[in-house]
T-cell receptor, first 113, second 114 residues
Framework: AQSVTQPDIHITVSEGASLELRCNYSYGATPYLFWYVQSPGQGLQLLLKYFSGDTLVQGIKGFEAEFKRSQSSFNLRKPSVHWSDAAEYFCAVALGGSYIPTFGRGTSLIVHP | GAVVSQHPSRVICKSGTSVKIECRSLDFQATTMFWYRQFPKQSLMLMATSNEGSKATYEQGVEKDKFLINHASLTLSTLTVTSAHPEDSSFYIC??????????FGPGTRLTVL
């Protein structure tokens, strides 16, 4: 069965610092990969997705993610974090055809002023 | 962009009562809608997938008689939690998908059963 692992439950960064959130997946083939953000009490917003092609994917709000097949990883990055980026971030994978994502447990991002 | 709404955003009910949650796609027709459940500080767990006009497909471990799903039109799906108990308290999120691959998520409904 496919699975996705987000090893960090919490990440704390200072405003203006760079950010990297880790995501690893376990699946025989290359799945479809997603990053979502959830603000408190809100639904999910898609930040970016990877289906095929260029392994460096640009998303909204200045986020990017890089797919590394050899490491089964899809880490999310942002060069300079803003206080408004504080939220819960979910990595997700989906089988080809179904596009129904399986979510990781999430990483809570805390931004210090 | 595609917008999905949920109503109500919060509901508090007594144990033993039933609660209905609506999920609407506001500016597109959703051929498929999904219902998720999220416990505090945890991930989203898919409960069921519903296609307009057909019976929902429930994930393993989800009681279909407990969580009734109706997808009567291309813009509306409802989740009814029947005979709710405190352990049903959770954050319920729906999503909708049109003909493409992307799911659009609603803002969620916080259910508290006393």
């Amino acid at each position: 069965a496919q699975s996705v692992t987000q090893p960090d439950i919490h990440i704390t960064v200072s405003e203006g610092a760079s950010l990297e959130l880790r995501c690893n997946y376990s699946y025989g083939a290359t799945p479809y990969l997603f990053w979502y953000v959830q603000s408190p009490g809100q639904g999910l917003q898609l930040l970016l997705k990877y289906f095929s092609g260029d392994t460096l994917v640009q998303g909204i709000k200045g986020f990017e993610a890089e797919f590394k097949r050899s490491q089964s990883s899809f880490n999310l990055r942002k060069p300079s974090v803003h206080w408004s980026d504080a939220a819960e971030y979910f990595c997700a994978v989906a089988l080809g055809g179904s596009y129904i994502p399986t979510f990781g447990r999430g990483t809570s991002l805390i931004v210090h002023p | 962009g595609a917008v999905v709404s949920q109503h109500p955003s919060r509901v508090i009910c007594k144990s033993g009562t039933s609660v209905k949650i609506e999920c609407r796609s506001l500016d597109f027709q959703a051929t498929t809608m999904f219902w998720y459940r999220q416990f505090p500080k945890q991930s989203l767990m898919l409960m069921a997938t519903s296609n307009e006009g057909s019976k929902a497909t429930y994930e393993q471990g989800v009681e279909k008689d407990k969580f009734l799903i109706n997808h009567a039109s291309l813009t509306l799906s409802t989740l009814t939690v029947t005979s709710a108990h405190p352990e049903d308290s959770s954050f319920y999120i729906c999503s909708a998908r049109a003909q493409g691959n992307e799911q659009f998520f609603g803002p969620g409904t916080r259910l508290t059963v006393l």
